[in-house]
């Protein structure tokens, strides 16, 4: 592939990320969306189941109230259908009002000419006066009123004993009339429907759904609880639907309430598309500036250097790529070319110098070399002098890293000297992050040869070893104190160093000498010096006196 295809192919994935990121979003928009809409979906049922049990309510009180007028208890032919015919104006819901007796034959009514109906097969009656209750009863077409209606029936009582009912109809037209002031959001549809899967009402265009079937909502009409779905409305529309089952409505309704999928999630769509849209015009703008950027610009300065490497190759020493002019990174490159072979002489005058350093520095590494290996020797045989196992090895493995650690200061420091306030920090660094504010260190300026930085700082690290495990370092409360001070030796420099803890669990002095303590008391008389130790109740107090010499001394 050559550099512009290899820009271009950068570009398209370097795209990518972009891509996902509008895919996922778009992905994340619906689900939040369909979660809201299913929300509102099932809070716009229980509107509505909410509304349908309110009418319900005002027809089982005016109906009661019209089972217990005298007239109505003691029947006169007249007096009771004058009183229910003056009634039912009243009751705007209701097509006609029926006095029932218990025989099905009716005593009276609002409408004239019905002595001859007979109501002893409904089941909304054999519920109101088995049950002593208001019943509601499924869709008819009524015969009374010639329209459709939900018949309800309340029982009249007499010392707590049927004797007859109350039967009227809901009024299916004046309740899509409500259903119709509410209104619909566009493409959306509001239905019920009784406990058999009857339209009773629907919204939009109620004269084409009352009265038919919808079989495949029945297991909605059925279950225990409300939710909500994806289904194909009676008139094909997709919608989120939210519904109550008939089971949990006093009425014994099926509610539900669509919301059409294509507006409730058409401006989504349109934002994705136009999102979509956006990308595709940005990235096409992308790869057009790559192509351009990657002939223009770059590749052709970069083969005019090719074509001057391969001058210089043949042995053309004095030709240049002449880019001049541009500050960017290829001008610079350009630049740099033009300038090397008039280093070449001052390169091998150097190369001479570099391999007459190299041969020290190879000297001073195996020096350095067999220091270190003396070091790690001595640590492997004191950590697995008496134990073996995991935990030593894990012991072994934190001692290097301490001496890793020194090794990486004094190569900071060229290997001359480091500062003992540097050896600390140091020493205390795997610590530092968590607990760098229950350290305190103070003393003078004592500059340590890499001899004494190194056991200096391993001596450090057992000693943040043990107060991790054992004493202040082990609560949350603790605090260890660094402190030292300097005076002349005929040896070098003599330094007091104390370790102090407080603040941690109270401490005893040890039945017998671990390991670490060996090592602390073996690396002082290293440094020709010794070490005590106290365990006061308030915590380890450690006191180094050691001699740091001036100039490091060479073993070769």
């Known amino acids: 592939m050559s550099l512009t295809h290899r820009l271009l192919a950068l570009t398209l994935v370097a795209s990518l990320p972009g891509l996902a990121a509008v895919g996922y979003g778009s992905f994340d928009l619906r689900n939040t969306r369909y979660a809201e809409v299913r929300s509102e979906a099932q809070r716009n049922a229980q509107v509505v189941a909410t509304e349908i049990d309110q009418i319900f309510d005002g027809i089982q009180g005016a109906l009661r109230a019209v089972a217990e007028a005298d007239e109505i208890r003691n029947p006169n032919g007249s007096a009771c259908s004058d009183y229910v015919a003056r009634v039912r104006p009243n009751i705007a819901p209701l097509t006609a009002i029926l006095v029932v007796g218990l025989d099905g034959n009716i005593r009276c009514s609002s409408e004239p000419s019905l002595a001859s109906l007979n109501l002893a097969g409904r089941d909304y009656l054999h519920e109101a006066v088995d049950g002593k209750k208001f019943a509601i009863g ?29 039967v009227a109809g809901l009024n299916l037209e004046w309740l899509g009339g409500r259903l119709k002031q509410r209104g619909v959001s566009r493409g959306g549809a509001v239905l019920i429907a009784d406990r058999t899967g009857t339209v009773v009402s629907r919204e939009p265009f109620p004269e084409k759904y009352i009265g038919t079937k919808i079989t495949d909502s029945l297991d909605r009409i059925s279950k225990s609880e409300p939710g909500s779905e994806n289904v194909s409305g009676l008139d094909g529309v997709p919608r989120i639907v939210g519904y109550i089952p008939a089971s949990l409505t006093p009425s014994g309704l099926y509610i539900s309430s669509g919301i059409a999928r294509s507006e409730a999630f058409g ?12 990308f595709a015009l940005g990235s096409a703008v992308a790869f057009l500036l790559a192509w351009l950027v990657g002939e223009s610009i770059i590749r052709r300065p970069l083969m005019r250097m090719v074509a001057t490497a391969e001058a210089w190759r043949r042995g053309h020493d004095a030709a240049r790529t002449g880019i001049v002019g541009r500050n960017d990174e290829i001008g610079i490159l ?26 020290i520095l ?13 070091t790690v020797q001595s640590i492997a045989s004191l950590s697995f002098r008496n134990s073996q196992g995991p935990e030593a090895l894990r012991q072994f493995h934190d001692r290097l890293q301490a001496l890793v650690r020194s090794h990486d200061l004094l190569t900071r420091k060229n290997w001359q000297h480091a500062d003992l306030s540097e050896v600390a920090e140091t020493a205390i660094a795997p610590l530092k992050e968590e607990r760098a504010h229950r350290f305190a260190i103070s003393g003078p300026p004592v500059s340590l040869p890499p001899t004494t930085a190194v056991p200096m700082a391993m001596i450090l690290h057992e000693l943040c070893t043990n107060a991790l495990k054992y004493g202040a370092l082990s609560n949350e409360s603790g605090h260890v104190s660094i402190g030292w001070r300097t005076s002349a030796d005929p040896r070098g420099i003599a330094i007091s160093l104390i370790w102090t803890e407080s603040g941690g669990p109270a401490i005893q002095p040890p039945e017998e ?11 002082s008389r290293q440094l020709g010096g010794d070490c005590n130790f106290r365990y006061p109740p308030s915590g380890l107090v450690c006191h180094l006196s050691i001699v740091s010499p001036v100039d490091e001394p060479r073993d070769d």
């Open 138 to 166: 499924t869709f008819i077409a009524s015969k009374v009123s010639d329209r459709n209606v939900i018949p309800v029936a309340i029982p009249i009582l007499r010392d707590d004993k049927v004797e007859g009912a109350v």
């Open 267 to 278: 401006p989504i769509d349109r934002a994705v598309r136009n999102s979509f849209a956006l």
């Open 334 to 359: 350009g630049q740099t070319f033009d300038r090397l072979m008039d280093e070449n002489a001052m390169r091998e005058e150097m190369r001479a110098t570099a391999e007459e350093r190299r041969e």
């Open 362 to 374: 190879v000297h001073e590494l195996a020096h350095r070399v067999k220091n270190t290996l003396a």
């Open 513 to 523: 000498e671990g390991f670490g303590t060996r090592l602390i008391a073996n690396l």
